[in-house]
């Protein structure tokens, strides 16, 4: 991670993509989101939805995954190149997550994120929050998933 | 389901519990949120959480498994009964997500549900909108997540 100080508005990240097949859409929907449209080829395309599809869930834990990748990634780099790695905190949430278009069988969606908001924090006094806007698109660039997410970014230096 | 018009603002569900155990915890970090702290103990006690704990996503999916489940006993109590079964559309998304305490190894989350808004749409007729308030506790009364959700549900007749 860089430090809160270099991270700026306007920063984007191509955080990775990923091809959903039907195994792991049913995989997911039998541990956490059981609806028939996310389990069985033949009743989902009965459904509203036409066709087996992702749970929303799934979708949003995928970028999950590949966010996290993608960091550790970057930190490798940094430690390679012999740069200091600021540490990345909790995070306190994350708000309007619109699910806008189904994931089916098949779909590819890529992930990217901008830096829309950093603030100093005055309680937190080794820490900057950060305002990310993540996005997911499918293979024909219509935006599936979008939602907004903060998090805890390490200081270089406290601002007393 | 109910039927839309029998939704009222205010509305309460008891949604149900889980207890988070290590292994779940791990497997669910190892697919989508593999960070050290959701993945090992010994890195988590050394870490901001200061023991292992679920990834934020997992606490969330939990939900949705709890809530499909609820429904699901909720129609076939309706159908036992002779009575007509509303069907639950997509939902269009959340906000106002927060994660407020980690859950750790042996929590026990309670999940609960409040109606807090209930809304005709002039463009889907055949369909209500219902926003709910989310929230889980842990064993000792304190909030570790809450979070505000988007439904259609189906209404007993058109309304033109």
Known sequence: MKYFADIQVGDTIDVGRHTFNADEIKAFARRFDPQLFHLDEVAAERSHFGALCASGWHTAAVWMRLMVEYQRSEDDARRARGEPVAALGPSPGFRELKWLKPV????????????????????????????????GINQNGEPVISFISVAFVERRERTA
């Open 104 to 135: 089916y069988v098949g779909d590819t969606i890529t992930y990217s994120t901008e830096v829309i908001e950093t603030r100093a924090s005055s309680s937190w006094l080794d820490w900057g929050l950060m305002t990310i806007r993540n996005a």
